[in-house]
């Protein structure tokens, strides 16, 4: 039975009467613990931002129709050559539709599926935007406009105009930056466009798309998909990919496997497209946890080392509170709640110093044209990082002072008294 | 008469340098109320037994009673709870807790004990206090006290549990005469007036001339 009240008022006298050692000792958990919050705050705040940088646009299934040589030849049909090795010479890609066949009822059937978030549908169409006598090769993407807003955060991306204002404009044309540059034209002017046939067609500049990736911007446009439709001269149904965002992202690979499957068409899934991303974020989070372990491992021995010149400065204590009573365990406990005390006080502090920190960073202006949305840098306040940093301050320092505490426990009082 | 503490057949050994035989088959008993001395040459063992009968040295052959209960041989935890509750030690030197005042260096072993609650165990710390005529010191840190005064703060924290029998090794060795005289009369009066039981290591002749009994010790043997 361990009488608390005792073993930590004798602890906290040791600590205050020290009051120096112990600061030192709690410091270094603070800075350990600080540094920990801030990092991790910090790196994960990038890695979120990153993320959404490319989880808002990217969908998480695209389905289109891929050309590409048929899989199984005609040979394969025939059975007297079953057992024998075919070898055919310069397959060329099968005649297809750009089109996706029956997309209409495709598109109910994926928004009607509980683990869809929302599917919308896409024109890819070549264009030339006409400035003068040149033309300017282009993408021309018809979209829903308020689908694609409320899916794939098309307005982070519109920086000037809105997504409603293409909506409501049967003409308009949301240009990208870098086009209207080299056009020099603004919101609100007209633009011509020409298709490959050679029609063309006057646009109104309802708005202005940057994504970020200047190369896309020079080429890349959005339009309503009922005008690209009429662009093309095609019907109502013409649609040439369908975006899926799904619930939850990890169903993205069976669910694209399934798809093409069922529809015989080519449905990639989001970890497919970008497989380096996933390594990405890994490796940030690994750099971030060994930093932080390092550190809190160099205050770890700090404390380590101040518990043991504390434990010889209080030899004749120890040895005394043997004499009168006091067991092992009693001055073990003793040790162990300072390790314990300077655990908590100097990974609370750390908290705070962390928190201070990465408020001071949030307040940081970080402007990139590639994140037209973020102002200053992202920090991430997650609570959990708060109760993860608190509990490696407390396990740490359990450590540190297991050793010097585990002496304390096994000191003869007879050789300290005889010593004397 | 009841008998507080028994050694029977005590031997010790020490293994370094060479294994020699420090003490050669103890006996004896202390009474209650009891006031005896042990003297001795400088080496004979004193301290080695002294050490042995608080049970804070357990490496030894034979048996030791308290108050008729072996407790040869009992674990380390149960060790401590009887040294807290029925042993009273005051070293030669004034082993106190430096950070500690005078007051919460006797209260500490109540602490421990747990028995009482902490207003109980102050006034009994004062009470302690003023039978040592040292109640001026309570709040006095303990390194800031005289030896004389630290001697006595000692005796009064060995008292505070009110343990069966008080050991010192030579708890006057540091004193001057006038001091040392007056530690006596305190060991004295409690033994009289408390009926507690003393056994004291001493070197002064006069000291233990004035208790109940002297066990006088040789080469680690009890010569009467
Ligand atoms: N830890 C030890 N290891 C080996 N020998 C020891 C040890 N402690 C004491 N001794 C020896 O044991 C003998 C008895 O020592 P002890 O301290 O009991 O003597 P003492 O009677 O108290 O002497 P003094 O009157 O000088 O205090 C001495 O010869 C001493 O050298
Ligand atoms: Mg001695």
């Not at chain 1, 000792?25 to 990153?50: C, D």
Request: with cysteine; charged share 20%; net charge neutral.
């Amino acid at each position: 039975m361990i009488n608390w009240p005792v073993i930590l008022t004798i602890a906290k006298t040791h600590l205050v009467t020290k009051i120096k050692q112990t600061s030192v000792a709690a410091l270094g958990v603070t800075f350990g613990i600080g540094a920990y919050i801030t990092l991790v705050s910090f790196m994960t705040g990038l890695n979120t931002m990153l993320d959404n940088l490319m989880m808002n646009q990217t969908p998480h299934i695209h389905i289109y129709n891929e050309i590409e040589p048929t899989k199984e030849q005609p040979i394969a049909l025939y059975d007297q050559l079953a057992n024998s090795t075919p070898i055919i010479h310069s397959i060329k890609p099968k005649l297809s539709q750009k089109k996706i066949h029956n997309a209409l009822p495709l598109l109910n059937y994926l928004n009607e599926d509980v683990h869809v978030k929302g599917a919308v549908p896409q024109i890819k169409a070549q264009i030339f935007y006409i400035a003068g006598s040149i033309e300017i090769a282009g993408n021309l993407t018809g979209i829903h406009a308020l689908e694609e807003a409320k899916l794939f955060h098309l307005k982070d991306y519109i920086i000037e105009g809105s997504a409603e204002a293409l909506n409501n404009n049967e003409n308009g044309i949301l240009l990208g930056v870098g086009v209207a540059k080299k056009m020099s034209v603004h919101v609100g002017d007209r633009i011509q466009i020409s298709t490959i046939k050679g029609d063309v067609f006057p646009l109104r500049i309802v708005g202005l798309y940057q994504s970020g990736i200047s190369d896309l911007d020079a080429i890349q446009s959005f339009s309503n998909l009922k005008t690209v439709q009429r662009i093309l001269g095609e019907a109502a149904n013409y649609i040439t990919d369908i975006n899926v965002k799904l619930n939850d992202v990890e169903l993205a690979f069976p669910m694209a496997k399934k798809i093409e499957h069922q529809f015989e068409l080519k449905a990639i899934d989001f970890n497919t497209a970008n497989a380096q991303f996933e390594t990405g974020t890994t490796v940030r989070n690994l750099i971030t946890y060994a930093v932080s372990i390092t550190l809190l491992i160099v205050a770890g021995f700090g404390i380590y080392n101040i518990l043991n010149m504390l434990i010889y400065e209080k030899m004749n204590d120890i040895a005394i509170l043997k004499a009168i009573g006091f067991s092992g365990k009693d001055v073990q406990m003793i040790f162990m709640s300072q390790a314990m005390i300077i655990g908590f006080v100097g990974g609370v502090l750390g908290l705070l110093l962390g928190f201070g920190l990465s408020h001071f960073i949030s307040t940081i202006p970080f402007e990139t044209e590639a994140l037209p949305t973020v102002k200053t840098y992202p920090i991430n306040f997650n609570p959990w990082f708060y109760g993860i940093g608190i509990v490696f301050a407390l396990v740490s320092t359990f450590f540190a002072g297991y050793l010097p505490a585990q002496k304390a426990k096994k000191i003869d009082p007879v050789k300290i008294i005889r010593g004397q | 008469m009841s008998i507080v503490l028994e050694a029977q057949n005590i031997n010790k050994y020490f293994e370094k340098p060479t294994r020699f035989q420090v003490l050669k088959d103890i006996n004896f008993t202390i009474e209650k109320g009891e006031f005896v001395s042990i003297m001795g040459k400088s080496g004979c063992g004193k301290s080695t037994l002294l050490y042995i009968l608080s049970t804070m040295d357990t490496e030894y052959e034979g048996r030791l009673l308290l108050n008729n209960e072996v407790i040869s041989g009992q674990s380390g935890e149960k060790l401590s709870y009887i040294r807290n509750k029925h042993i009273g030690f005051v070293f030669q030197f004034h082993y106190l807790l430096a950070d500690f005042t005078v007051l919460e260096n006797i209260m500490l072993p109540a602490k421990k004990l747990g028995e009482k609650t902490l207003e109980a165990i102050e006034k009994d710390a004062y009470d302690k206090l003023k039978l040592l005529k040292i109640d001026h010191l309570a709040l006095k840190k303990a390194s800031q006290v005289s030896g004389g005064e630290k001697q006595r703060v000692a005796i009064a924290r060995a008292l505070i549990n009110n343990p069966s029998i008080i050991m010192g090794d030579e708890p006057t060795g540091n004193l001057d005469s006038n001091n040392a005289d007056n530690v006596f009369t305190i060991f004295r009066e409690l033994c009289d007036k408390q009926h507690l039981s003393l056994l004291i290591v001493t070197h002064d002749e006069d000291f233990a001339k004035r208790t109940d009994r002297i066990i006088l010790m040789e080469d680690g043997t009890i010569k009467k």
